[in-house]
């Protein structure tokens, strides 16, 4: 163990979240992955689970035990379905590791209005208070020195990038917004279901939990913060036959006279200081292979001025900067590091 580097533990490390936080923390320069854990595949090699990871990650999965993990690491990702983190997140605090939490268990303040999307029950609301909502490039949000982030989803991720800098500034009708949200089948996770069968989804596009998903009010929760009054949206989901990326096209009114360029000068200075944001030029919107693989978010634009809306398209792949990329950037504002160590990938394409 070098003694400079942190040492990391990723629960869930057999899901496309924990493989893909192994993926980027292999090239960190400040930590060392000590620990892979897995309830369902303890002692086995992480190999046999993931044979590309052979000669990368030569260790055996751990079980889940806190204070065993306390022993082996500083800082703890949770990579686990909602309704697990709320169980787990509090023995890892309590054994004295910081935690990045990739479920949803944490994101929500309200506990009722947890219990009523996720059907769970909520973490304990110290907890719930506790927890510091990681959306990176969201304004006055430091996460240094806490012991309890929450990340993102990953649909929450894509569609507030797109629409806080244009809300804030008071230029969208809050009252008027849409998101349609379309992603590709990983954001389902790795087990085998209907829902990314090959034979369902191959050939296939189709639209899930309409007025119904767990990211609306995570979504509303943060625009009311940004607005200083309850926001309300619709919100519709689709999975689209590829394996990753998230595409979110927005609509809303638009206050005020605002043509595409000022609305591109507008985000550009937002995220001036943000190294995951790119802005498209006029007349051209991004897609998810131009961001596959990486922690980048794109966003481009245009306005109907025969409507008086905005649409507002933002890409990111639903596996980095939807999770697991993000997840390691908030580790880096946490431990006071640069922001992008680690986290340096040129997108994969074609």
């Known amino acids: 163990m070098n003694p400079t580097k ?23 320069p400040h930590v060392e992955i000590t620990s892979v854990i897995s309830a369902s595949s ?40 909602s309704g697990v983190s709320s169980t787990l997140v509090p023995q890892y605090l309590e054994a004295g590791l910081k935690v ?37 490039e969201q304004k006055g949000n430091d996460v240094q020195d806490q012991r309890l982030i929450s990340n993102p989803g990953c649909y929450p991720t894509a569609a507030l990038l797109g629409l806080m800098p244009g809300v804030e500034a008071g230029w969208i009708d809050h009252s008027s917004i849409i998101i349609d949200a379309k992603s590709g089948v990983s954001g389902a996770g790795r087990g085998t279901s209907l829902t990314s069968h090959y034979a369902e989804m191959n050939e296939n596009f189709k639209a899930y939990k309409l007025n119904k998903h767990q990211h609306i009010p995570e979504i509303e929760q943060v625009l009311s913060g940004v607005t200083g009054e309850p926001v309300v949206v619709t919100f519709s989901t689709q999975l689209v036959p590829m394996t990753r990326g998230i595409m979110t096209t927005m609509y809303a009114t638009i206050k005020g006279q605002h043509n595409e360029q000022d609305w ?33 978010c794109d966003i481009g634009f245009a306005v109907d001025e025969r409507t008086g809306r905005i649409t507002i398209v933002s890409v990111i792949d639903n596996l980095v900067k939807g999770a697991a990329g993000q997840a390691i950037q908030n580790l880096n504002r946490m431990m006071g590091w640069e922001e992008t160590l680690g986290l340096k990938m040129v997108p994969v394409y074609p």
């Open 6 to 28: 942190q040492r990391v533990a990723i629960v869930g490390s057999t899901g496309y979240g924990g493989v893909e936080l192994i993926r980027f923390l292999q090239h960190h």
């Open 42 to 81: 303890s002692g086995s090699p992480m190999s046999d689970q993931f044979p590309h990871l052979g000669g990368v990650i030569d260790m055996d999965l751990d079980g889940v035990d806190a204070i065993a993990t306390a022993a082996k690491a500083d800082i703890v990702f949770t990579a686990t379905p």
């Open 100 to 136: 990045i939490d990739l479920s949803g268990d944490f994101r929500l303040k309200d506990s009722s209005t947890y219990e009523q999307w996720y059907k769970h029950d909520a973490p304990a609301d110290h907890y719930l208070a506790e927890a510091v909502y990681g959306l990176c």
């Open 264 to 296: 591109i000068d507008l985000y550009r200075e937002y995220y001036r200081d943000r190294p995951f944001i790119r802005i498209r030029k006029q007349g051209n919107w991004p897609s998810t292979k131009e961001v596959a693989g990486s922690n980048y």
